[in-house]
């Protein structure tokens, strides 16, 4: 007898299969026409360089800044927000400066062309940078939703002579008509790029690089709870680690988004600095993989407030036991977040050979960011902070160096960490860690 649930079930997953073909052969179609014809055909209404539209008042009272190898103009302002008429953060230099190195190192690893969508324009100065600054740049396409972000970025364009395109369109919108287009999607956001993520997981190739920051670091290290549930749908927690858990609940919620469309990805390089997060995330597509991606990397960290035990739980849905196995008392939990590795060491020292053909102003920052996460790349999840530690089993903090020589001295590893000045990532567990601090006090005295 035909089981009626199973002929179903078939039919609903050929259904599926269809739909899949035909976002396929759309892909396809998209992929061997021009892709800057495609984009216009998109985008009826497009920028060209003709309509500049920017009047003598305009001029009167421009700011001019250097990064890489261009200059960019924009209208003067006091403070840095999203209200100023064209939005510029100098503090974003480095973000930038660390973008040009990793979309090189990218292209030189996939050895075509790219394809650049610079989703978030503002002034151009993203868009126009890589389209300057990286070998083997195909078609940029800058996009904003503002009528004067579009006006001086094809201005800053202009005045660099630089061929890039530029549309004025919602960014939802924007991804969702030029999928498979782009080998490189960058969200560089007001806030959250929770609200793009979807959008960005549809849209780009198998094989690509989506590029995400997020400045709402209060959610996602916990200091707001209920912001980072709505928008990331994880639970924070607010540790010493928090900036950590952060970027681990950000990169979850990414792979999860991406799921949706069987895709699934690597992080090539994240970091986090000043007032943001930031990472490079390398796509590929297949259910089977996704399925075990998500397996495999998606989890939660249970931390026990009282002694200060951290522990990893694999598995989205796994029964997660909250009495800390060392002093009984009840543990927080964090996410779901990605439990997998954040950091790829061979793409992080490509980067750092890179930063040798490369002219930024940020150079010696880069050096000492870089070569720091390329020491704690394959660090255990989570770090210690030496001060807490103290606090915790109240005794005076030993130096840094002392602590790191004695965790080597008993055979563990110990490595600094970019997140934290203070921290220190080990396979050392909680109660020996106190015993060592506690030894090295002794000693001192
Ligand atoms: C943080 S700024 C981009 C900064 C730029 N990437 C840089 O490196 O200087 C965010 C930009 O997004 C634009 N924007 C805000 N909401 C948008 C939306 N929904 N769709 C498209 N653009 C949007 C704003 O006009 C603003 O210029
Ligand atoms: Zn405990």
Redesign the pocket.
Known sequence: MINNNHSNKIDEIDEIDKIEKIDEIDENNNKKDNLIENIDKNNKNSYNFSNINITDNDYQNIDIVEEGNVKIAFPCFDKVS?SAP????PK?EL??DLSILALQTFQKEIDREINIC??????G??GIRYKKEINSVGAIGI????SN?MNWGKYNAQENNVKVDFFQ????I?LRENRGLFDVI?I???GTPS??LDSACYTIKKDGMLCVTATDTSALCGTYKEPCIRKYNALPYKSEYCHETGIRILAGFVALTLAKYKKYMEIKFAHSSEHYMRMYLKINKGSAATDNSIKENIGHITHCPKCLYRNTVKGLSSAIDITCPICGYKMKIAGPLWIGSIENKEFINKMLIELDNKQLNTKDEILKLLTTIYEESESPITFYDIHKISKNIKTNAPKQDKVFEAIKDKGYTATKTHFNLLGIKTDVDIESLKEIVIDIIKNES
């Open positions: 999203s064209v939005f510029y953060n974003m973000n930038r610079d989703l978030f324009g503002g002034s100065i993203r996009n904003d939703i503002s972000a369109k919602e960014a939802n924007f960058d560089d956001p007001f609200f793009f």
